[in-house]
């Protein structure tokens, strides 16, 4: 069997072309340059994953998700990532905040929308949609549909941040292409989104890593509550 290890995931090829996604302890940051275990994030992660991926895909954003296998794998559809990461920014932050000298936390409105080229041996680098047709990642019609896809998730997303008294900073998403389409690929997680808390402005996320500011997992539980409690609230409503 075809596995592919990532930083915080293990991907195994089933025979049936689906692909199982085990979620693992590991937290990495600064293209995996600080690295730690942190036992039980993997389960945390696949189930704030689970949550967010349904929710969007119930939104009408096409998702691989397809069912929970254990309490930290994930059953999904194979898909041709494109080496992106699309992010959008609600606020700045990051390497916005490095790249611009504009303060933390002002707000893009519009949101923005970024696109990296997935290339660790590069540091991933930001790259426009000239950039990607020299490299020939995507088309220009795929760029656009994976930019209008990302904001439309982004923007569900948001909703729901609000319901959670979560601020939703920014977040970087991946897609892949299926043989029914383009569809939402990889996690939606706190490690990869920025949420912070609307009241107090603490992160809820990896930053709480990356910056070495207390303890990680307690944020991603909360996270989970609150979702939890905010997606009861919207079947309920
Ligand atoms: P950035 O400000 O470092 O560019 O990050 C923007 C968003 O993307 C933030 O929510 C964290 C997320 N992200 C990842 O998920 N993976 C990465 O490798 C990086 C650099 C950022």
Redesign the pocket.
């Known amino acids: 069997m075809q596995q592919y290890e990532g930083k915080a995931k293990r991907v195994t090829v089933r025979d049936d072309g689906d692909v199982e996604i085990y979620y693992k302890d590991d937290a990495t940051a600064f293209n995996g340059q600080k690295h730690e275990l942190f036992a039980g994030k993997g389960a945390l992660n696949s189930q704030i994953a689970e949550r967010l991926l349904v929710y969007l895909q119930q939104r009408g954003t096409p998702t691989h998700h397809v069912q929970r296998l254990d309490d930290r794998t994930l059953l999904a559809k194979r898909v041709k990532i494109f080496p992106l ?1 699309v ?1 959008v ?1 609600f606020k700045v ?4 905040a490095k790249r611009t000298g504009l303060p933390d936390n002002t707000v893009c409105a519009p949101p923005i929308v970024e696109t990296y080229y997935k290339r660790d041996d590069l540091g ?1 680098p930001i790259v426009n949609d000239d950039h990607i047709r020299l490299l020939g990642i995507a088309t220009p019609a795929d760029v656009l549909t994976l930019r209008r896809m990302a904001l439309k998730a982004a923007l569900d997303l948001k909703a729901l941040c609000d319901k959670a008294e979560i601020d939703l ?4 998403l991946e897609f892949g292409q299926s043989g029914a389409g383009i569809l939402l690929a990889d996690e939606v997680s706190p ?4 949420f912070r808390d609307k009241k107090t402005g603490s992160s809820l996320d ?1 930053d709480v890593f990356r910056q070495g500011k207390g303890d990680l997992l307690s944020g991603y539980r909360e996270v989970l509550q609150r979702f939890e409690k905010a997606l009861a609230e919207v079947v309920r409503a």
């Open positions: 990461e992010v920014r932050a990051g390497s916005l991933d900073v920014d977040l970087k490690d990869t989104c920025r990896k």
